[in-house]
């Protein structure tokens, strides 16, 4: 998708994220992109959808039977199409859909994690790790392992932008600082 996201198309879509509990977010993300292949600019069914001389309930109508034969199912996507439906705004479904895709990157991203240790890590212990926060987070994280060996003992997390240090090194660079600072 290369549209040009409007303002429209970035509070729909930030809206209806900020709505949504986590184990929804693909599926949204899903419906969305799906939807962006039906309600394509100056399409002849978009124009129908939009045009003042049909009533809103025939329009309403027309979407809700779209919306089911794309197997549309949260209820959150169905209040968003019905919503610029309404508004005549369904032109903005493929930037709402393109913005909401790159909302889900930026979360997955920020949901990787990687972890740093001395020597291998064991696959049980990635699992262990991955399962606490895919549970929180309905499968949107990722592990990636690698070995540093100038940690010396033990292992960094790092979330996000967040670290957690448990290394010999970090234990030994925090000594350090204090000893500095007296």
């Known amino acids: 998708m290369t549209t040009r996201t409007s303002k429209t198309a970035r509070k729909f879509a930030k809206a209806t994220f900020e709505l949504l509990a986590p184990q929804e977010i693909e599926e949204v993300n ?11 600019p100056k ?7 939009i045009d003042p001389r049909y009533a809103l309930t ?6 809700e039977q779209i919306l089911a034969k794309l197997n549309v199912k949260n209820q959150k996507t169905i209040n968003l199409i019905k ?12 930037a709402i859909a393109e913005y909401f895709y790159a909302l889900v990157q930026a979360l997955k991203k920020s949901l990787h ?8 890590v064991q696959p049980t212990e990635i ?3 991955k399962a606490a926060v895919t549970k929180q ?19 960094q997390i790092k979330i996000g932008d967040k670290v957690f240090d448990s290394s010999v090194r970090g234990a030994l660079e925090k ?4 000893f500095i600072a007296g």
Do not use: W
């Not at 399409?43 to 959808?49: D, Y």
């Not at 919503?83 to 493929?94: G, I, Q, S």
């Open 83 to 94: 919503t610029l439906t309404e508004a005549r705004k369904l032109h903005e479904v493929p």
């Open 127 to 129: 699992e262990a790790l």
């Open 58 to 63: 025939e329009r309403l109508s027309v979407t």
């Open 175 to 178: 000594a350090a600082a204090s």
């Open 113 to 120: 994690i990687e972890v740093l240790s001395a020597y291998q």
């Open 30 to 40: 899903t419906e969305l992109a799906a939807a962006a292949t039906i309600f394509q």
């Open 137 to 155: 987070y309905a499968g949107l994280a990722s592990v990636s392992t690698d070995i540093d060996k100038t940690l010396i003992g033990g292992m």
């Open 43 to 49: 399409t002849e069914l978009l124009l129908s959808l």
